[in-house]
């Protein structure tokens, strides 16, 4: 009864925050005190508590210097024109009878350059959604291939935040990571293209009396945006190409991500003739267009940008500690393994981020309770990393009050049922589930 009230404490402040659109920092150092008074009801001593969320925090010390090289990264990506690069060439290659699949493919392709959800949904899903309803395409459908699109590179890129965060929590490589991802994930990337290809050609995407006629000139319009404000000479997609070349000779992220920064300093300084200060000021504070129209697509990046996110991480790892004192998840973590025997760890590692997804409201912290309750369901940390990233990373932007969907969404201007149609993010968790089910059937009848 105990642990349940505590649970209820802790979701209504989390809900509370999303309802409000306040951060959620407040509410979750609301729930690390919930978790320690629940410790002292237990008699569990306070300082011991303390002393185990403290080395909890510190052992998440390495992921935290790689959210500050991330934040320096895509702040100087923003100013030196590579995103602005990508998104202006890429917007000519969309049309009409295509538009759906592109638009998943280069929201993907964003995502996996940038390993940011929302900075690929800022940049390349914002100017696809404007083509899109250029060409008559839905607003559901077009929300749906973005959201689907963005969480692509999201779970698998070599300086994505949260394939980091899963990697450190597990103890596992990172590049093996995603080698396995780029395996599990192929089959529901090619049947997402599938599906938003028939939608596109057989017109179920399409808004009924539909003119195309300001496609080519929209494609303009967004090339003539970023010439405003950049030279978008060749070299600035230097500054990319450097981190896929690294990361497939898979050299050290943080090697890859300080080669990055130092071409785009170079490309920042030599071809957009930055000054030095205003170089320093978006490092530490962001990118900042003069342009306003090109400020709303790419504002953001630098250290300070990495604080809330950092924060989350902080307190989440501290919890980890209480909990593994005051051994508050015990039951559930019994119950959940109860389950897992019966129908497979995939499956139930995808069930529990499913409920901690509607319970937690963001990305960050479905990801470590995920982690928390199903580390012991696996006979190794690959599998358990796999599983965390086909499960509580993709998961979490189809629950329509967390963070991780709501907000692309609303930024887009796609309405929440787009959500319906985001299609990797449902098929990636069911394949997995059915091959475990599978699996499970096989294993008992032997």
């Known amino acids: 009864m105990l642990e349940a009230t505590v649970g209820v404490l802790f979701c209504a402040a989390l809900f509370i925050s999303v309802g409000f659109g306040w951060s959620i920092v407040p509410a979750l150092l609301f729930g690390l005190i919930v978790f320690l008074g629940y410790g002292l009801m237990r008699a569990v001593s306070l300082p011991i508590m303390l002393r185990r969320a403290v080395q909890s925090v510190a052992a998440a010390g390495t992921i935290l210097m790689t959210f500050v090289l991330i934040g320096v990264l895509t702040s100087l990506w923003r100013a030196s024109g590579t995103i602005a690069f990508i998104v202006a060439h890429s917007a000519t290659a969309v049309h009409s009878a295509t538009v759906l699949p592109l638009t998943f493919v280069l929201c993907a392709g964003m995502s996996i350059l940038t390993g940011s959800s929302f900075a690929s949904m800022a940049t390349m899903g914002t100017i696809c959604m404007s083509l899109g309803l250029a060409m008559g395409t839905g607003p559901m459908w077009l929300g749906g291939a973005i959201l689907a699109g963005i969480y692509v590179g999201d779970r698998c890129s070599p300086v994505s935040t949260s394939a980091l965060l899963v990697a450190q929590l597990t103890h596992t490589n990172l590049f093996d990571n995603i080698s396995h991802m780029l395996r599990t994930g192929a089959i529901p990337f090619i049947l997402s293209c599938l599906i938003y290809a028939i939608a596109s050609v057989s017109g179920v995407a399409v808004t009924a009396g539909a003119s195309h006629s300001g496609t080519a000139s929209t494609a303009n319009d967004v090339i003539a945006l970023f010439a405003s404000s950049f030279q978008l000479h060749w070299t600035t997609l230097i500054p990319a190409l450097l981190v896929i070349l690294l990361a497939l000779l898979r050299i050290d992220v943080r090697l890859t991500m300080l080669a990055s920064i130092a071409a785009s300093i170079v490309v920042c300084v030599g071809v957009q003739h930055m000054g030095w200060r205003d170089l320093l000021m978006l490092i530490v504070s962001g990118y900042h267009a003069t342009n306003p129209r090109v400020g709303a697509l790419l504002d953001g990046g630098g250290v300070l940008s990495m604080v809330n996110v950092a924060a989350i991480v902080c307190i989440s790892a501290a919890y980890a500690g209480v909990f593994a004192e005051t051994h508050m998840l015990a039951r559930l973590q019994h ?41 012991g369901l696996h006979d190794n940390d690959a599998r358990h990393a796999i599983d965390l990233e086909d499960s509580a990373v993709v998961i979490s932007p189809m629950i329509p009050w967390s963070i991780a969907g709501a907000v692309p969404l609303a930024t887009v201007g796609a309405p929440t049922s787009s959500i319906l149609v985001a299609v990797f993010l449902y098929v990636l968790p069911l394949t997995r589930v059915i091959a475990d089910l599978w699996n499970t059937m096989v294993r008992k009848s032997r």
């Open 335 to 375: 119950a959940i393994g109860a389950f897992a025997r019966r129908a497979g760890a995939t499956t139930a590692t995808v069930v529990t981020a499913a409920c901690m997804a509607a319970l937690a409201c963001n990305q960050t912290l479905t990801i470590m309770l995920t982690h928390q309750l199903c580390a």
